[in-house]
Protein backbone atom coordinates (compact mmCIF):
# COMPACT_ATOMS: atom_id res chain seq x y z
CA UNK A 1 0.00 0.00 0.00
CA UNK A 2 1.52 3.17 -1.10
CA UNK A 3 1.38 6.15 1.96
CA UNK A 4 0.25 9.39 0.76
CA UNK A 5 1.10 12.82 1.82
CA UNK A 6 -1.38 14.72 4.36
CA UNK A 7 -2.42 18.31 4.31
CA UNK A 8 -4.61 19.19 7.24
CA UNK A 9 -6.48 22.38 6.73
CA UNK A 10 -8.59 24.28 9.31
CA UNK A 11 -9.98 27.21 10.13
CA UNK A 12 -12.37 28.73 12.94
CA UNK A 13 -14.36 31.52 11.70
CA UNK A 14 -14.64 31.85 7.26
CA UNK A 15 -17.58 33.45 6.63
CA UNK A 16 -16.15 36.32 4.84
CA UNK A 17 -14.31 34.43 2.57
CA UNK A 18 -11.00 35.12 4.67
CA UNK A 19 -7.64 34.44 2.76
CA UNK A 20 -6.63 32.41 4.97
CA UNK A 21 -9.84 29.47 4.53
CA UNK A 22 -9.66 26.26 3.87
CA UNK A 23 -9.62 26.78 -0.10
CA UNK A 24 -6.62 28.76 0.70
CA UNK A 25 -4.51 26.60 2.77
CA UNK A 26 -5.79 23.50 0.55
CA UNK A 27 -3.53 25.67 -2.19
CA UNK A 28 -0.79 26.21 -0.11
CA UNK A 29 -0.24 22.70 0.83
CA UNK A 30 -0.66 20.88 -2.61
CA UNK A 31 2.36 24.21 -4.02
CA UNK A 32 4.41 22.49 -0.91
CA UNK A 33 3.89 18.83 -1.59
CA UNK A 34 4.54 19.44 -5.42
CA UNK A 35 8.14 20.64 -4.45
CA UNK A 36 8.89 18.62 -1.17
CA UNK A 37 7.56 15.40 -2.52
CA UNK A 38 6.51 15.36 -6.11
CA UNK A 39 4.75 12.70 -7.80
CA UNK A 40 3.56 11.53 -4.54
CA UNK A 41 -0.56 10.86 -3.55
CA UNK A 42 -2.18 13.66 -1.64
CA UNK A 43 -4.93 13.56 0.36
CA UNK A 44 -6.61 16.54 1.67
CA UNK A 45 -8.45 16.42 5.89
CA UNK A 46 -10.98 19.84 5.86
CA UNK A 47 -12.29 21.19 8.86
CA UNK A 48 -14.27 24.33 7.89
CA UNK A 49 -15.63 26.84 10.77
CA UNK A 50 -14.38 24.17 13.56
CA UNK A 51 -12.54 25.53 16.64
CA UNK A 52 -9.08 23.36 18.45
CA UNK A 53 -9.45 25.49 20.86
CA UNK A 54 -12.90 24.22 22.76
CA UNK A 55 -12.57 19.97 22.31
CA UNK A 56 -15.50 20.83 19.60
CA UNK A 57 -15.89 18.12 17.42
CA UNK A 58 -13.61 17.47 14.17
CA UNK A 59 -14.73 14.73 11.79
CA UNK A 60 -11.99 15.30 9.40
CA UNK A 61 -9.11 15.64 11.98
CA UNK A 62 -10.45 11.98 13.74
CA UNK A 63 -10.34 10.18 10.03
CA UNK A 64 -6.84 11.79 9.49
CA UNK A 65 -5.62 10.39 12.62
CA UNK A 66 -7.31 6.54 11.62
CA UNK A 67 -5.10 7.14 7.89
CA UNK A 68 -1.77 7.92 10.66
CA UNK A 69 -3.02 4.60 12.96
CA UNK A 70 -2.93 2.78 9.51
CA UNK A 71 -0.11 3.53 8.63
CA UNK A 72 -1.29 5.05 5.49
CA UNK A 73 0.36 8.55 6.19
CA UNK A 74 4.11 9.21 5.07
CA UNK A 75 3.86 12.95 5.14
CA UNK A 76 1.95 15.62 7.17
CA UNK A 77 1.56 19.40 6.40
CA UNK A 78 -0.68 22.30 7.87
CA UNK A 79 0.31 25.78 7.32
CA UNK A 80 0.90 25.86 11.31
CA UNK A 81 1.35 23.26 14.15
CA UNK A 82 -1.98 25.39 15.91
CA UNK A 83 -4.18 24.36 12.77
CA UNK A 84 -3.83 21.10 14.19
CA UNK A 85 -4.03 21.43 17.64
CA UNK A 86 -4.54 24.62 19.57
CA UNK A 87 -4.15 22.76 23.42
CA UNK A 88 -1.43 21.22 25.58
CA UNK A 89 -2.63 17.44 25.82
CA UNK A 90 -4.29 17.19 22.85
CA UNK A 91 -1.09 18.10 20.81
CA UNK A 92 1.25 15.22 22.96
CA UNK A 93 -1.39 13.02 22.05
CA UNK A 94 -1.24 13.42 19.13
CA UNK A 95 2.83 14.43 18.56
CA UNK A 96 2.57 10.69 19.81
CA UNK A 97 0.29 9.26 17.42
CA UNK A 98 2.29 10.40 14.85
CA UNK A 99 5.64 9.27 16.34
CA UNK A 100 4.51 5.62 16.79
CA UNK A 101 3.54 5.81 13.15
CA UNK A 102 6.75 6.56 11.71
CA UNK A 103 6.16 10.45 11.23
CA UNK A 104 8.91 12.62 12.83
CA UNK A 105 8.16 15.72 11.32
CA UNK A 106 5.25 18.13 10.85
CA UNK A 107 5.83 20.40 7.29
CA UNK A 108 4.07 23.87 7.80
CA UNK A 109 4.52 27.22 6.32
CA UNK A 110 4.79 29.58 9.12
CA UNK A 111 6.57 26.98 11.71
CA UNK A 112 9.26 25.42 9.48
CA UNK A 113 9.67 21.93 9.79
CA UNK A 114 8.65 20.94 13.64
CA UNK A 115 10.11 17.48 14.76
CA UNK A 116 7.26 16.25 16.75
CA UNK A 117 8.73 15.10 19.72
CA UNK A 118 11.33 18.07 20.05
CA UNK A 119 10.97 20.31 23.23
CA UNK A 120 10.33 23.21 20.76
CA UNK A 121 7.40 21.67 19.40
CA UNK A 122 6.08 20.77 23.29
CA UNK A 123 6.41 24.72 23.98
CA UNK A 124 4.86 26.05 21.02
CA UNK A 125 1.72 23.60 22.18
CA UNK A 126 2.24 25.41 25.86
CA UNK A 127 2.58 28.84 23.79
CA UNK A 128 -0.67 28.26 21.12
CA UNK A 129 -3.09 27.08 24.25
CA UNK A 130 -1.48 30.04 26.98
CA UNK A 131 -2.84 32.51 23.87
CA UNK A 132 -6.40 30.96 23.75
CA UNK A 133 -7.08 31.13 27.15
CA UNK A 134 -5.65 34.97 27.05
CA UNK A 135 -7.77 35.52 23.96
CA UNK A 136 -11.22 33.94 25.77
CA UNK A 137 -10.74 35.92 29.04
CA UNK A 138 -10.35 39.15 26.64
CA UNK A 139 -13.30 38.49 24.89
CA UNK A 140 -15.02 37.26 27.84
CA UNK A 141 -14.46 40.52 29.95
CA UNK A 142 -15.01 42.33 26.94
CA UNK A 143 -18.71 40.62 26.66
CA UNK A 144 -19.53 40.83 30.65
CA UNK A 145 -19.02 44.80 30.14
CA UNK A 146 -20.91 45.07 27.25
CA UNK A 147 -23.81 43.53 29.07
CA UNK A 148 -22.98 45.84 32.22
CA UNK A 149 -23.98 48.75 30.39
CA UNK A 150 -27.12 47.24 28.80
CA UNK A 151 -26.46 47.14 25.55
CA UNK A 152 -28.11 44.15 23.34
CA UNK A 153 -25.97 41.32 22.55
CA UNK A 154 -25.81 40.37 19.25
CA UNK A 155 -28.60 37.62 18.72
CA UNK A 156 -31.72 37.98 16.96
CA UNK A 157 -34.41 38.43 19.55
CA UNK A 158 -38.17 38.40 18.66
CA UNK A 159 -40.00 41.59 18.61
CA UNK A 160 -36.79 43.43 18.07
CA UNK A 161 -34.32 44.36 15.13
CA UNK A 162 -31.14 46.07 16.21
CA UNK A 163 -30.14 49.73 15.44
CA UNK A 164 -27.98 52.42 16.71
CA UNK A 165 -29.11 55.20 18.99
CA UNK A 166 -28.97 58.87 18.37
CA UNK A 167 -24.78 58.64 19.94
CA UNK A 168 -24.20 55.56 17.65
CA UNK A 169 -24.65 52.89 20.36
CA UNK A 170 -26.26 49.90 20.06
CA UNK A 171 -30.02 49.52 20.94
CA UNK A 172 -33.05 47.46 20.23
CA UNK A 173 -36.08 48.95 18.39
CA UNK A 174 -39.29 47.23 18.49
CA UNK A 175 -41.03 45.30 15.59
CA UNK A 176 -44.49 46.58 16.34
CA UNK A 177 -46.41 43.77 14.48
CA UNK A 178 -44.21 41.28 16.50
CA UNK A 179 -44.43 42.82 19.28
CA UNK A 180 -48.37 42.91 18.92
CA UNK A 181 -47.65 39.31 19.05
CA UNK A 182 -46.04 38.76 21.90
CA UNK A 183 -48.57 40.67 23.85
CA UNK A 184 -51.23 38.82 22.04
CA UNK A 185 -49.25 35.09 22.67
CA UNK A 186 -48.67 36.69 26.59
CA UNK A 187 -52.89 37.65 27.12
CA UNK A 188 -53.32 33.62 25.59
CA UNK A 189 -50.75 31.90 27.86
CA UNK A 190 -52.24 33.27 30.58
CA UNK A 191 -55.83 32.77 30.01
CA UNK A 192 -55.03 29.00 29.31
CA UNK A 193 -54.58 28.65 25.54
CA UNK A 194 -52.23 26.01 24.97
CA UNK A 195 -48.94 26.78 22.85
CA UNK A 196 -50.09 24.49 20.01
CA UNK A 197 -52.61 26.27 19.08
CA UNK A 198 -51.28 29.79 19.89
CA UNK A 199 -48.20 28.96 17.18
CA UNK A 200 -51.31 27.56 14.93
CA UNK A 201 -52.69 31.42 15.52
CA UNK A 202 -49.54 33.20 14.91
CA UNK A 203 -48.43 31.00 11.87
CA UNK A 204 -52.49 32.07 10.25
CA UNK A 205 -51.73 35.57 10.87
CA UNK A 206 -48.59 34.82 8.53
CA UNK A 207 -45.86 35.20 11.09
CA UNK A 208 -42.08 33.99 11.11
CA UNK A 209 -39.87 33.73 13.74
CA UNK A 210 -36.46 35.61 14.41
CA UNK A 211 -34.81 33.65 11.91
CA UNK A 212 -37.64 33.57 9.24
CA UNK A 213 -38.80 29.49 10.38
CA UNK A 214 -41.95 27.96 11.16
CA UNK A 215 -42.95 29.53 14.31
CA UNK A 216 -43.57 26.44 17.12
CA UNK A 217 -44.13 25.85 20.39
CA UNK A 218 -40.60 26.09 21.64
CA UNK A 219 -40.92 29.75 19.85
CA UNK A 220 -43.86 30.81 21.61
CA UNK A 221 -42.67 29.97 25.04
CA UNK A 222 -39.33 31.62 24.35
CA UNK A 223 -41.09 34.94 23.04
CA UNK A 224 -43.16 35.53 25.90
CA UNK A 225 -40.65 34.22 28.68
CA UNK A 226 -37.18 35.43 27.39
CA UNK A 227 -36.17 38.46 29.88
CA UNK A 228 -35.37 40.53 27.12
CA UNK A 229 -39.20 41.59 25.92
CA UNK A 230 -39.03 43.06 29.17
CA UNK A 231 -36.11 45.11 28.46
CA UNK A 232 -33.57 43.03 30.77
CA UNK A 233 -30.09 42.26 29.76
CA UNK A 234 -29.15 38.85 30.52
CA UNK A 235 -25.29 37.46 30.53
CA UNK A 236 -24.68 34.38 30.86
CA UNK A 237 -28.25 32.59 32.20
CA UNK A 238 -28.27 35.58 34.61
CA UNK A 239 -29.94 39.13 34.61
CA UNK A 240 -27.47 41.59 35.36
CA UNK A 241 -30.01 44.55 34.73
CA UNK A 242 -31.73 46.91 32.53
CA UNK A 243 -31.06 46.98 29.08
CA UNK A 244 -31.06 50.10 27.15
CA UNK A 245 -34.09 49.54 24.95
CA UNK A 246 -37.61 49.78 25.10
CA UNK A 247 -39.61 46.72 27.13
CA UNK A 248 -42.36 45.03 25.11
CA UNK A 249 -43.55 42.69 28.02
CA UNK A 250 -44.48 44.39 31.34
CA UNK A 251 -42.39 42.67 33.69
CA UNK A 252 -44.50 41.35 36.38
CA UNK A 253 -46.84 40.19 33.24
CA UNK A 254 -43.79 37.61 31.78
CA UNK A 255 -42.92 36.49 35.28
CA UNK A 256 -46.48 35.49 35.29
CA UNK A 257 -46.09 33.88 31.68
CA UNK A 258 -43.31 32.14 32.83
CA UNK A 259 -45.25 30.71 36.44
CA UNK A 260 -48.06 30.15 34.26
CA UNK A 261 -45.28 27.54 31.78
CA UNK A 262 -43.34 25.90 34.39
CA UNK A 263 -46.19 24.52 36.69
CA UNK A 264 -48.81 22.12 35.89
CA UNK A 265 -51.85 23.69 34.40
CA UNK A 266 -55.23 22.90 32.56
CA UNK A 267 -55.11 24.37 28.84
CA UNK A 268 -58.11 24.54 26.18
CA UNK A 269 -58.52 23.13 23.40
CA UNK A 270 -59.83 24.75 20.03
CA UNK A 271 -63.15 22.83 20.99
CA UNK A 272 -63.86 24.30 24.02
CA UNK A 273 -62.68 21.37 25.83
CA UNK A 274 -59.47 21.35 28.44
CA UNK A 275 -56.47 18.56 29.14
CA UNK A 276 -53.80 18.75 32.05
CA UNK A 277 -50.36 19.78 30.87
CA UNK A 278 -47.66 18.72 33.26
CA UNK A 279 -43.97 18.29 33.70
CA UNK A 280 -43.92 15.13 31.10
CA UNK A 281 -44.77 17.63 28.43
CA UNK A 282 -42.48 20.32 29.09
CA UNK A 283 -39.75 20.92 26.90
CA UNK A 284 -40.23 18.22 24.57
CA UNK A 285 -42.01 19.75 21.71
CA UNK A 286 -39.14 18.70 19.23
CA UNK A 287 -39.11 14.70 18.33
CA UNK A 288 -42.64 13.69 20.07
CA UNK A 289 -44.23 13.09 16.91
CA UNK A 290 -46.55 10.44 17.62
CA UNK A 291 -49.75 10.06 19.81
CA UNK A 292 -48.33 6.56 21.76
CA UNK A 293 -44.92 8.40 22.43
CA UNK A 294 -44.58 8.20 26.40
CA UNK A 295 -47.42 5.42 26.64
CA UNK A 296 -46.56 2.71 24.61
CA UNK A 297 -43.78 0.45 26.46
CA UNK A 298 -42.06 -3.47 25.69
CA UNK A 299 -44.40 -6.10 27.34
CA UNK A 300 -41.40 -8.30 27.51
CA UNK A 301 -38.33 -5.57 29.19
CA UNK A 302 -40.69 -2.23 29.95
CA UNK A 303 -39.31 -0.10 28.16
CA UNK A 304 -40.49 2.95 26.82
CA UNK A 305 -41.14 2.32 22.79
CA UNK A 306 -39.37 4.54 20.60
CA UNK A 307 -41.31 6.01 17.48
CA UNK A 308 -39.24 5.58 14.34
CA UNK A 309 -39.58 5.45 10.41
CA UNK A 310 -38.18 2.04 9.37
CA UNK A 311 -37.22 1.62 5.84
CA UNK A 312 -37.90 -1.05 3.68
CA UNK A 313 -37.02 -2.00 -0.04
CA UNK A 314 -39.66 -3.99 -2.17
CA UNK A 315 -38.27 -6.60 -4.18
CA UNK A 316 -40.01 -6.29 -7.17
CA UNK A 317 -39.87 -2.71 -7.87
CA UNK A 318 -37.07 -1.87 -5.67
CA UNK A 319 -38.74 1.11 -4.47
CA UNK A 320 -37.66 2.01 -0.82
CA UNK A 321 -40.89 2.89 1.40
CA UNK A 322 -40.53 4.28 5.24
CA UNK A 323 -43.31 3.27 7.56
CA UNK A 324 -43.86 4.83 11.53
CA UNK A 325 -42.39 1.78 14.02
CA UNK A 326 -42.59 1.48 17.51
CA UNK A 327 -39.34 -0.49 18.26
CA UNK A 328 -37.65 -1.75 21.87
CA UNK A 329 -34.32 0.33 21.41
CA UNK A 330 -31.03 -1.45 22.59
CA UNK A 331 -28.83 -0.01 24.85
CA UNK A 332 -31.60 2.96 25.49
CA UNK A 333 -31.62 4.00 29.17
CA UNK A 334 -34.85 4.41 31.21
CA UNK A 335 -35.68 4.54 34.43
CA UNK A 336 -37.98 1.49 36.17
CA UNK A 337 -40.65 2.43 38.63
CA UNK A 338 -38.46 1.63 41.47
CA UNK A 339 -35.85 4.43 40.31
CA UNK A 340 -33.10 1.52 38.42
CA UNK A 341 -31.63 2.44 35.61
CA UNK A 342 -32.10 0.10 33.08
CA UNK A 343 -31.68 -0.72 29.26
CA UNK A 344 -33.81 -1.61 26.34
CA UNK A 345 -33.23 -4.76 24.99
CA UNK A 346 -34.34 -4.85 21.47
CA UNK A 347 -37.47 -7.11 22.35
CA UNK A 348 -40.08 -5.92 19.56
CA UNK A 349 -41.08 -4.27 17.34
CA UNK A 350 -44.91 -2.83 15.84
CA UNK A 351 -46.36 -0.89 13.55
CA UNK A 352 -47.09 2.27 14.45
CA UNK A 353 -49.68 3.68 12.80
CA UNK A 354 -52.73 0.19 12.49
CA UNK A 355 -51.30 0.17 16.93
CA UNK A 356 -52.74 3.76 17.11
CA UNK A 357 -55.50 2.99 15.26
CA UNK A 358 -56.39 -0.49 17.46
CA UNK A 359 -55.70 2.02 20.54
CA UNK A 360 -58.09 4.90 19.76
CA UNK A 361 -60.89 2.18 18.34
CA UNK A 362 -60.68 -0.05 22.14
CA UNK A 363 -60.72 3.67 23.82
CA UNK A 364 -64.25 5.11 22.03
CA UNK A 365 -65.16 1.47 22.49
CA UNK A 366 -65.11 1.76 26.02
CA UNK A 367 -65.96 5.15 26.34
CA UNK A 368 -69.61 3.85 24.49
CA UNK A 369 -69.64 1.93 27.82
CA UNK A 370 -71.71 3.88 30.88
CA UNK A 371 -70.22 1.98 33.06
CA UNK A 372 -66.85 3.04 32.04
CA UNK A 373 -67.75 6.69 32.20
CA UNK A 374 -68.91 6.59 35.53
CA UNK A 375 -65.96 5.06 36.56
CA UNK A 376 -64.11 7.27 35.32
CA UNK A 377 -65.77 10.18 36.28
CA UNK A 378 -65.67 9.42 39.68
CA UNK A 379 -62.38 10.96 40.26
CA UNK A 380 -61.04 8.59 42.88
CA UNK A 381 -57.98 10.59 43.21
CA UNK A 382 -59.71 13.95 44.57
CA UNK A 383 -58.22 13.32 48.13
CA UNK A 384 -54.52 12.37 47.10
CA UNK A 385 -54.21 15.75 45.16
CA UNK A 386 -55.97 17.50 47.92
CA UNK A 387 -53.16 15.81 50.25
CA UNK A 388 -50.24 16.62 47.80
CA UNK A 389 -51.24 19.95 47.20
CA UNK A 390 -51.67 20.73 50.92
CA UNK A 391 -48.45 19.22 51.64
CA UNK A 392 -46.87 21.42 49.11
CA UNK A 393 -48.21 24.85 50.74
CA UNK A 394 -46.89 23.50 53.84
CA UNK A 395 -43.26 23.49 51.75
CA UNK A 396 -43.73 26.70 51.04
CA UNK A 397 -44.55 27.64 54.52
CA UNK A 398 -41.52 25.99 55.86
CA UNK A 399 -39.07 28.02 53.36
CA UNK A 400 -40.80 31.12 54.26
CA UNK A 401 -40.06 30.70 57.65
CA UNK A 402 -36.17 29.51 57.17
CA UNK A 403 -35.85 32.40 55.83
CA UNK A 404 -37.40 34.67 58.36
CA UNK A 405 -34.75 32.75 60.85
CA UNK A 406 -31.93 33.51 58.68
CA UNK A 407 -32.54 37.02 58.00
CA UNK A 408 -32.17 38.09 61.62
CA UNK A 409 -29.35 39.68 63.03
CA UNK A 410 -26.35 37.80 63.98
CA UNK A 411 -26.09 36.87 67.33
CA UNK A 412 -29.61 36.32 67.92
CA UNK A 413 -30.65 32.86 69.57
CA UNK A 414 -33.37 32.35 66.87
CA UNK A 415 -30.55 32.80 63.79
CA UNK A 416 -29.69 30.25 61.40
CA UNK A 417 -26.15 30.38 59.21
CA UNK A 418 -25.94 30.49 56.29
CA UNK A 419 -24.72 26.75 55.68
CA UNK A 420 -27.70 25.72 58.05
CA UNK A 421 -30.06 27.70 56.03
CA UNK A 422 -28.72 26.02 53.22
CA UNK A 423 -28.78 22.49 54.44
CA UNK A 424 -32.46 22.93 55.57
CA UNK A 425 -33.63 25.05 52.15
CA UNK A 426 -31.76 21.67 49.94
CA UNK A 427 -34.16 19.70 52.01
CA UNK A 428 -37.56 21.48 51.40
CA UNK A 429 -36.34 21.65 47.74
CA UNK A 430 -35.69 17.55 47.57
CA UNK A 431 -39.18 17.87 49.30
CA UNK A 432 -40.67 19.65 46.79
CA UNK A 433 -39.37 17.82 43.62
CA UNK A 434 -41.00 14.02 45.13
CA UNK A 435 -44.56 15.78 46.08
CA UNK A 436 -44.30 17.27 41.99
CA UNK A 437 -43.11 14.50 40.85
CA UNK A 438 -46.24 12.25 42.91
CA UNK A 439 -48.94 14.73 41.70
CA UNK A 440 -47.57 14.25 38.04
CA UNK A 441 -48.26 10.73 38.54
CA UNK A 442 -51.67 11.04 39.70
CA UNK A 443 -54.53 10.41 36.95
CA UNK A 444 -56.30 14.34 35.93
CA UNK A 445 -59.39 14.79 36.61
CA UNK A 446 -61.71 14.10 33.64
CA UNK A 447 -63.76 17.43 33.32
CA UNK A 448 -65.18 19.18 30.51
CA UNK A 449 -65.15 16.19 28.16
CA UNK A 450 -67.17 16.13 25.60
CA UNK A 451 -66.69 12.56 24.20
CA UNK A 452 -69.10 12.92 20.93
CA UNK A 453 -67.40 16.57 19.89
CA UNK A 454 -63.86 14.54 20.44
CA UNK A 455 -65.04 11.49 18.08
CA UNK A 456 -66.29 13.75 15.42
CA UNK A 457 -63.12 16.16 15.50
CA UNK A 458 -60.29 12.76 16.00
CA UNK A 459 -58.44 13.02 12.76
CA UNK A 460 -58.50 9.94 10.89
CA UNK A 461 -54.85 10.28 9.33
CA UNK A 462 -51.83 11.88 10.94
CA UNK A 463 -51.99 14.07 7.36
CA UNK A 464 -55.62 15.62 8.84
CA UNK A 465 -54.32 16.67 12.35
CA UNK A 466 -54.74 20.19 12.82
CA UNK A 467 -56.40 20.47 9.75
CA UNK A 468 -59.96 21.41 9.17
CA UNK A 469 -61.18 21.58 12.90
CA UNK A 470 -59.82 18.15 13.95
CA UNK A 471 -57.48 17.73 17.11
CA UNK A 472 -53.59 18.45 16.98
CA UNK A 473 -51.55 15.68 17.37
CA UNK A 474 -50.71 17.25 20.89
CA UNK A 475 -54.57 17.80 21.69
CA UNK A 476 -55.06 13.96 20.79
CA UNK A 477 -51.83 12.79 22.91
CA UNK A 478 -53.02 14.21 25.59
CA UNK A 479 -56.73 12.91 25.27
CA UNK A 480 -55.77 9.58 25.24
CA UNK A 481 -53.26 10.34 28.42
CA UNK A 482 -56.53 11.17 30.39
CA UNK A 483 -58.02 7.13 30.25
CA UNK A 484 -54.66 5.48 29.26
CA UNK A 485 -51.76 4.47 31.80
CA UNK A 486 -49.99 2.16 29.73
CA UNK A 487 -49.67 0.48 26.46
CA UNK A 488 -47.91 -2.37 26.99
CA UNK A 489 -46.40 -4.36 23.50
CA UNK A 490 -45.94 -8.14 23.94
CA UNK A 491 -44.33 -10.20 20.97
CA UNK A 492 -45.96 -11.59 17.90
CA UNK A 493 -46.42 -15.14 17.36
CA UNK A 494 -43.86 -16.84 15.10
CA UNK A 495 -44.86 -16.55 11.64
CA UNK A 496 -47.40 -13.75 12.19
CA UNK A 497 -47.23 -11.24 9.28
CA UNK A 498 -49.97 -9.04 9.79
CA UNK A 499 -50.82 -6.22 12.49
CA UNK A 500 -52.30 -8.52 15.52
CA UNK A 501 -54.40 -6.66 17.75
CA UNK A 502 -53.71 -9.55 20.54
CA UNK A 503 -50.41 -8.23 20.93
CA UNK A 504 -51.31 -5.25 22.36
CA UNK A 505 -52.53 -4.53 26.27
CA UNK A 506 -54.00 -1.44 27.07
CA UNK A 507 -53.90 -0.86 30.65
CA UNK A 508 -56.64 2.36 31.55
CA UNK A 509 -55.98 4.64 34.59
CA UNK A 510 -57.32 2.71 37.83
Not at 226 to 253: F, H, K, M, T
Amino acid sequence: MSRIVALYCRISKDRNGKTEGVKAQEKWGREYAATAWPGQAVEVFKDNNISAANGDHRPEFERFREWVAAGRVAHVWAVEQSRLERREVGWFVLAAELDAAGITELHTNRDGIVRVRDEVAGIKAVLNAGEVRKLKKRVTDRLAEVAASGRPPGGTVFGYRHTKDAEDNKTLEIIPEQADAIRWAADQVLAGWSLTNIAAELRARGLTGSHGGRIGVSAVRSMTTNPAVSGLRVYRGRVVGPGVWEPILDEQIRRAVKAKLDVDRVVRRKDGGTYAVGAQHRGHAKGRKYELTGLAHCGVCGAPLVGTLKQRKKTKTGKVTSTPYLLCTPGRQWTDENGVRRNGRGCIGIALEPTSRFVVDQLFAELDKPEFLEKVAADNHADRRQRIAAALEAVERKREELAHFWNLPAGHPDALTTAEWQTARRAQNEREEELKAELRAVPPPVVNVDIAKVRATWPPTPEDRGRDGRMTLDECREFLRLFIDTVAVHRAAPGTREFDGGRVEIRMHP
